[in-house]
């Protein structure tokens, strides 16, 4: 199959070049990118170094540097104190935010559950979500506008509190999702938490603000722990299940309750917001390149003509990983991934990084480098097709190292598994006139949402 031309496509959001100077360091919102005060050297440059008045930020882009962060000097860059803070505010001692052995007892213990055999046995409640999904908009006539990321976001919580949760019990998705959503709108940088002296109280107010919003829903998962530990073998076999069994492979321990309860949040937020983002991003690169997606078409049709899509199936939807993974480079669901702290001074691409610099891999800058991407704005899936070689460095979406993501391989089969199911029976149209914008708050979407006309089309066997 040759390569598509893309010469005539329409540039897409997120396209405007970065400025020429650093304005601010702190993010704000901006419709063309998540990163408004980072200048274009750091797009350019392996190794940009930024100083202001809140100290030293290192951007580490070059994949030799980005593995030296990562992997090789993973220890001198632990996540930094504020970041933290933030997250064991919302999440607790979860994955998220936990470090030290905490973080290595609760990675070797969980492994199994996000295991390839655990992934293959979730994909079936996965596929089921998806088809039932796309029967509900079989159900609307043709030519219906619905909020696509909307739509991503209440499929993928679907399959989370199935997958999590099996059918039903103490406690609900939709539950979970609101009070992540609540606490989320109330996780604001306040120029105070820099403060010595006054940022100890106001993290102990956030926290205060969290645990009051999680009351109720805390008091659900306790339930449902003790229920399922009374149940023993006759529990359902979803991911709570597996995460109360899990046993330490060095220790033999197992989580407590507290313990499991804060892997459930977190999972929560990494098994369901970053996905919904990305199925989203999806719909939007799709819209607007109807070449590509004609050829996505054409091997959904060939390979599945018309039945649901199983896990034994995605090995040979690879141009529709091809999308998945060019989509992803483009609008990494958490492009900003986490900034380090350098606990001792160190040396990264030959560029001096002093004592107490916060270092930052970030993957919106790594996945649109000029050094590391030719033409790094355009959309083109070929960038992944099978044989193309590249640094393992160079493409981070769900970060790399000892805390790469646990869930990654789970992401990246209920990606694909909704998009065969949706683009067998659907092609999206963007609302005419609608400008997408981007949206950054840890995860990134699109802005007030994604407006895209129901077209209905007919899978075709070959």
């Known amino acids: 199959m040759t390569a598509i031309d893309l010469a005539s496509e329409p540039m897409l959001v997120g396209a405007k070049p970065p400025p020429a100077k650093a304005r601010m360091m702190l993010s704000g919102q901006d ?32 994949p030799e540097g980005v593995k030296r962060v990562l992997l090789d000097n993973v220890a001198n860059y632990p996540k930094t104190l504020m970041e933290r803070r933030f997250f064991q505010a919302a999440f ?24 390839p055999p655990s992934v293959a046995a979730y994909g079936p409640v996965m596929a089921a979500a998806a088809q039932t999904f796309t029967d509900h908009w079989a159900g609307l006539p043709a030519g219906t506008e619905v909020d696509v990321a909307r739509e991503m976001s209440d ?16 406690v609900s998705a939709r539950g979970v999702e609101t009070a992540l959503t609540r606490v989320m709108a109330t996780l604001t ?49 979803d991911l709570l299940a597996r995460l109360i069994a899990a046993r330490d492979s060095e220790t033999g321990a197992k989580m ?33 390149h109807p070449a590509v997606e004609a050829r996505l078409h054409e091997e959904l049709d ?8 199983t896990v034994a199936d995605l090995p040979n939807l690879t141009y529709a990983r091809m999308v998945l993974d060019e989509t992803m480079r483009l609008y990494p669901p958490a492009p900003g991934t986490s900034s380090r702290l350098a606990v001792e001074a160190d040396e990264i691409c030959g560029v001096k990084i002093p004592k107490g610099a916060n270092v930052a891999v970030v993957p919106w800058i790594i996945h649109r480098h000029r050094d590391l ?74 802005a007030g949402g994604l407006p895209m006309i129901l077209r209905p089309r007919q899978a075709t066997a070959s």
């Open 31 to 62: 419709p063309e990118t998540p990163f408004p005060g980072i200048p274009v050297q750091a797009y350019e440059q392996p190794v940009y170094v930024q100083r202001s008045i809140l100290g030293t930020w290192v951007f580490v882009s070059d």
């Open 92 to 115: 607790g001692d979860g994955l998220l935010s936990s470090e030290g052995e905490t973080w290595r007892a609760h990675r070797r213990t969980m492994a199994p559950a996000f295991a």
């Open 155 to 170: 499929l993928t919580l679907e399959i989370i509190g199935l997958t999590m949760f099996s059918a039903g019990g103490a």
């Open 189 to 237: 940088f306040n120029p105070l938490f820099l403060v010595p002296g006054l940022s100890g109280l106001m993290f102990k107010t956030l926290s205060r603000k969290v645990r009051a919003i999680f009351a109720e829903l805390d008091a659900a998962i306790a339930a449902m722990i003790a229920e399922r530990e009374a149940l023993g073998d006759a529990a359902p076999k």
């Open 256 to 288: 407590t309750a507290a313990e499991v309860r804060d892997e459930v949040v977190t999972i929560f937020l990494a098994g369901h917001e970053t996905t919904a983002a990305a199925m989203a991003w999806v719909w939007y690169v799709l819209s607007q």
């Open 302 to 309: 060939r390979v599945l003509g018309g039945r649901t899509p």
């Open 373 to 446: 991407w030719d033409r790094p704005e355009r959309f083109d899936p070929e960038r992944f097709a099978p044989g193309t070689e590249r640094p393992r460095f160079a493409y981070v979406p769900f970060s790399g190292g000892p805390r790469v993501c646990i869930g990654a391989q789970f992401a990246v089969a209920e990606a694909l598994l909704i998009l065969a199911t949706v683009a067998q029976r659907f092609h999206l149209e963007l609302k005419p006139g609608h400008r997408v914008a981007i949206h950054h708050r840890v995860t990134m979407r699109p």
